[in-house]
């Protein structure tokens, strides 16, 4: 949660633009006029917390929405009643209302017991959902039950005043003359507070969260005589009853006068961030999205692949007009997949074909939380959920060998087998000898340990190939430790990035050592069919528009773009060409298209001379094409992909039917039992047939193909494909083969050429996979990366307060921090990376790293599921993090610390913990400058004493004295306590989990909490 305080001068309903709303009475008698978010200037509270029997809660949370109650003991849940008494509101008449809750938490990663009531702060996901809700008005029940799908009823509520002896409040709930419940509290004294409540319902089948603010006087106690309740002889007083509720409160809430904003209901995201962070700005966000729909701005999105497709899912979200136009009748672009159309052969027409296998490692974050926002009709779940992962990765050697390893953390004792005997065996199937294996994953480890700047700055710059000193090693070497990146990531080890590259294996390898997490997912089906097509059926309901046509050329007037001129199509040829104007545009086009944009349009190039950069990039393209053979009986292949490491056209492929749950024999003529999709990587080697594949035609290709397929594959011998399908990008003209669909490869220095999603035209936006991600390699999780960075910057320029879409980093484990802080000392001190964590340090890198281990452990608990990393906008992602500059000297600190060991001090460790307080606390964060309006850049943060230090598990606790003045005022200095808990998290390094400010003497009274 995060602190809102008024800043002086400034109501605590600044901001707030409340938008006029008709709500439809029920018992006819026209409208109710209503504003969202709706103003409460004056109310109470009391509520209270019972425990009861879990199993009963859940029997009346709704089904399917991944609500799961809290629970305080295994199988106690909570009841929550709650009395609210609505004195003055912006535009209801004033009313009374209680309300019977349950706790709950949306799909906990680790369900605990009792910690998400004790710290409410640390579960972001933790809200209400509204069982009861009898209100004293009808207007207030319409209106709830209208807007927000809430269980209101009209009823009676009668509140008792407080009587100066017993300081108790009661209010009693009573239906149709019968008794439900009374609520009786204890009343207390009270200092000024801000409270958020999350209260989730579900409307037309969609879980909706709600974030209630609000700014008053609040008491809090637990576990105490301080509520009781007393049930009545109505029937819901005999459902409570059933919910076996225990008369002893565990918590209590009151409060005699507050103020409160509701707003309107927004879906919750898949990525499960409830809006509960960053609550000025997400509270304007929801307030925007529930504000009765005004046209938003103009999109124009061009390319309808899945950069395309994610742009136009953030944007139409965010209540943008969005209209893509995308130039074939297929949607999907690369990852498209279709219908064999022209018949290869008598009952080829018709079989489900793809313009290449899909993959989806298990690191992919952003594809997968957008595919989880996609509803998919058949099984009412989402598309997300026909993912299924693989459980095996075999490579073979020339069909001579294979080896065959468990694609995930081994989890069975089969998996462990296989794991071992893999390992066992790659020295004697590949024949490289034990120096250069052990030279290999040195490497690996290298990059593990090397910091940002020194991958940034030398590895980008090389090759993979040199990297790994391959071309003064073994052919063995060369040919199965060298071209690995060749079957993984389509990258030709001599002209890919070291980064680039590195980044991805690292990804990959971190996958295989978390438990739970698989390295490899596919698709249950074809994947238009079980993806792409719900994904634009569910664009085109939520009002996305859809052109098929082909962008020709940009036009430009007064420094922005005036529209882009479209055609259709007929033999590649425009016709019908005409232009299209929008507020803002985004070329979701493959960087070779864009190139050709550009040429078409010199004048924009006049205006962002950044973009001559593409024309450069585009040259850097390459052929990656699937083909698939169909066969009429199942293969008898591991489940899993396929990397042929001795098939000189880099072949990679995946036997599909054992994933499918669609019915092959829907397809042609209804014979096929099984589909081997194949990636064809290399293009300019000789196949056995002697000859590049960009040298053969169709057949020849498919033929060739079919021989490595089968040298490679021994168990393919005896079986010949029923038909073979290429993709239709590529063409033969001229004895050459012509490929539409290339991809770009990720050369060393690449990066400076690659743009940025924004550019220097103003309404101007890139979003494709070449554009410059955290990704950083030519991926559909790139590409959805991109957009989502396209979207972020829209939102920048058009001033919308609408959520930014979240955008993750890379896995970094933070249990090699240590490493990589080190390095970045040695980085910026001009040296080169050093293999040998320093030997002095031993004793801290042991603690260091059962503490990052007790962390990662601990993860789900401070911040389920990725929860805060899905709220935290882009670019204020780094705010959080340490910066470079500070990690640099917190390697600084640990050669200090080293130098003390040796030097036989022992505080050195108390001085090390010392150092990221210091450096934390300048951390510029702009709710740390809301808050606290003296802790901006310009003010200096001196630490006078170091109260105490301490360590409780992960969290690193340091109180300390500081002196706070500001830069060039000396004489103005503030005196105060600064509490600091450091939490190190697997995705950053470290954060401000909390920070608490009190004047010398005061109690404490402002308070910031970042995410955890
Ligand atoms: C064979 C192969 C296998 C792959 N396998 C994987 C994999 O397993 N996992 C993975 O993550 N990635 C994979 N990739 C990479 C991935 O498919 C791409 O990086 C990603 O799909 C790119 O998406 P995009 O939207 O940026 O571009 P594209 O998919 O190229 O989409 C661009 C769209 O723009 C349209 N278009 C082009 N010109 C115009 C115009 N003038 N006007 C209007 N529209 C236009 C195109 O028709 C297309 O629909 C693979 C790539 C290939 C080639």
Redesign the pocket.
Known sequence: MLTKVPAPGEGFFAGINPQAVNVRREDGGGAVLFELPQRYYDWALMLAHFPASAAAIKRFLPEGSGLEPVTVAPGFGVVSIGAFEYRRCATLAPYDEMAVMFPVRLRPALPLPAVPLLRPEWFSDLGFYIWKLPVTTRESRDVGKALWNFPKSYSDITFTPETERRRRRRCSWTEGGHHVVTLEIRTSNTSRQFREFLAYSVMNGRLQQTLVQSYGDYDESRFGLDATFSLGDHPIADQMRELGIIDTAIGRLYSPTIQGILPGPSPVPFSKVPAALHAPRVLKSIVQRSAPKRPGPRVAI?????????AAHELIERGFEVTV????D???????SMSVREPVDQFAEGLPCE???????GF?KH?PDTMSRIPYAPTGKTVADNLVATSRVAIDFNGEEQLVFPARFPTSLADFATLLMGAGLVQERTGCSAEEITFYIGKIWQLLTSCEERRLEKYEQISWWEFIDAENRSAEYKRYLGSTTRTLV?ADPRHASTRTVGNILLQMLFDFGTPGVNVDRVLNGPTNEVWIDSWVEYLLKSSVKWQH????SLLVRNGRLDGVE?ADEVDGRPVNRRTVRADYYIF???VE?MA??LRASPEVMELDRNLEKIIDLSRDIA????IQFYFRERLPLEPGHYMHLDSPWALTSLAQAQFWTTDLRRFGDGTIRDILSV???EWNEKGLNGRPANACTRGEIKHEVWRQLQRSLPCLQQLQPATIYL?EAIVVRNGRVENA????VNRPNHWRLRPEATTGIPNLFL????VRTYTD???????NE??RRAVNAILTASGSVATPCAVWNLHEPAILSPWRWIDRYRYYRGLDWDSEFPLALRGLQLGLSLTSAAVTAAAPLIAPDGASRGAVPEDEGPQFAVPGEVQQRIGDRIQEFIDAMRGGDPRALLRLFVAYATITIGVRSHMVEEALPFVRPGVLVRIEEIKSVYQLGALVHVRMRVRLSEEGRPGAPLEGHVHVVFVETEEESWLINSLRYRREGEPARLEVLSEA
């Open positions: 061009i390319g309808g692949g899945v950069a395309g497709l994610s136009y995308e130039r074939r297929i949607p999907g672009g690369k990852a498209r313009h290449g296998f899909r993959f989806f490692p992919y594809l389509a046509a082909a962008a020709q479209v979701a086009v493959p298209v050709e944009l052929t990656m094409t699937g990636d064809i990587s993709d669909d290339p991809l770009l979003a494709s996979d070449y390699l030519a991926t559909m999780e790139g590409a991109a957009a």
